[in-house]
């Protein structure tokens, strides 16, 4: 029934996250989602790593982008991203620990220009 | 550093999110998660499919339930419902295309009285 659809959902499998494709303002494909960082507690999706294959001289293949960095496009199936390959070789350093860290939180948050997700 | 912990986080990459338990009131384990559905639009986790292998007389085994009748116990690094198998027998049919209608999400949250994730 139309009047019950909600077409703007588009919904995804846990199982089926890792893998989509994630591209670059003028729509080439730079990389896909490696995983996503899920809060247990709340429910909320606040990070993707993201496996940049696209951009091939970048030292290290995987960042993690807050969420907020991505925006969804039901036609490309997949991601949009305005991050650019400087913004990437500068980015913080990130190790399992960064997610139990609000500083690190708050430094990649400022450093990809996203409103903390936590309020201010 | 104490101070920038937020320890009332518990993270989990989507990667491992399968698996994870599911208990009962008294703390008995009843199943497992099998996998999350994810709006990709919103980063929001709404519905949780468990597979419920400790109620071994069921007649499905996977069931979905709304993200919100489920909490996360740090203590028992799992999940913890208030759903009873009677309730699991009692709940609506579902198919691929009952993500998609929102008839159906109303009957569901309000067959486990959890309200609406979307308001009134």
């Given at each position: 029934?139309?009047?019950?659809?909600?077409?703007?959902?588009?919904?995804?499998?846990?199982?089926?996250?890792e893998g989509?494709?994630?591209?670059?303002?003028?729509?080439?494909?730079?990389?896909?989602?490696?995983?996503?960082?899920?809060?247990?507690?709340?429910?909320?999706?606040?990070?993707?790593v993201i496996?940049?294959?696209?951009?091939?001289?970048?030292?290290?293949?995987?960042?993690?982008?807050?969420?907020?960095?991505?925006?969804?496009?039901?036609?490309?199936?997949?991601?949009?991203?305005?991050?650019?390959?400087?913004?990437?070789?500068?980015?913080?350093?990130?190790?399992?620990?960064?997610?139990?860290?609000?500083?690190?939180?708050?430094?990649?948050?400022?450093?990809?220009?996203?409103?903390?997700?936590?309020?201010?």
């Amino acid at each position: 029934m139309m009047a019950t659809a909600h077409p703007n959902h588009a919904w995804v499998s846990s199982e089926d996250v890792e893998g989509t494709n994630v591209y670059d303002t003028s729509g080439h494909k730079i990389g896909e989602v490696d995983h996503l960082m899920i809060d247990k507690l709340s429910g909320r999706v606040h990070y993707a790593v993201i496996s940049f294959g696209g951009f091939l001289s970048l030292g290290h293949s995987h960042y993690p982008l807050p969420w907020d960095a991505l925006s969804f496009d039901k036609k490309l199936d997949g991601f949009r991203t305005t991050v650019t390959e400087q913004q990437l070789r500068d980015s913080p350093d990130f190790s399992d620990d960064s997610w139990q860290s609000r500083d690190w939180e708050r430094n990649i948050h400022d450093h990809y220009q996203v409103p903390p997700y936590w309020g201010v």
